[in-house]
């Protein structure tokens, strides 16, 4: 049975300003604090293909994976996966977008088994996952919710 991790968010921001942010994948290096880079590396249709770069490690690695990544505006979700899978034997991410009182839920589904030659198994890779899940999602919480009042302020 494949690993998973679920993890949600409220951002009080319209929905078509969180769709807007966390679909724009070359702006995450500044909505995430976790990527030192993001690069669409193809685009067929909907589907991109992007590179991602984690900032360096405490050993000066920075780990690196290119995703495949399909945005659905009219079902208000995002369906991806690692093509490179590195320690991963699969990983599959599922975004969902609703509309709750108190802005936009945003929630994060992931899914995946561990190779058994990777540095953890699949309970501390849950672990990994869902700390730095919450953190990101608390960031970006917080830089959308500055855009919006931003942009409140100017209207």
């Known amino acids: 049975m494949p690993a998973q991790t679920d993890n949600r968010i409220v951002i009080d921001a319209p929905l078509d300003l969180v769709w807007e942010m966390t679909n724009d994948v070359e702006s995450w290096p500044g909505l995430f604090t976790e990527y030192a880079d993001a690069k669409v590396l193809e685009r067929r249709g909907d589907t991109m293909v992007i590179r991602l770069t984690l ?39 599922v975004w969902t977008y ?9 929630r994060w589904r992931q899914e995946f088994t561990m190779k058994p030659t990777a540095p953890f198994d699949d309970a501390a890779m849950t672990e990994r996952l869902n700390r730095v899940g ?17 942009v409140a302020d100017r209207g």
């Open 55 to 93: 900032h360096p490690d405490p050993d000066g690695t920075a780990w690196s994976w290119v995703s495949e990544r399909t945005p659905d505006r009219d079902s208000l979700t995002v369906r991806a996966h690692r093509v490179e899978t590195g320690p991963f034997e699969f990983m599959n991410l």
């Open 98 to 106: 609703r509309e709750v009182e108190g802005g936009v839920e945003m």
């Open 134 to 150: 919450r953190e990101q999602m608390a960031v970006i919480k917080s830089r959308i919710e500055e855009r919006a009042a931003s």
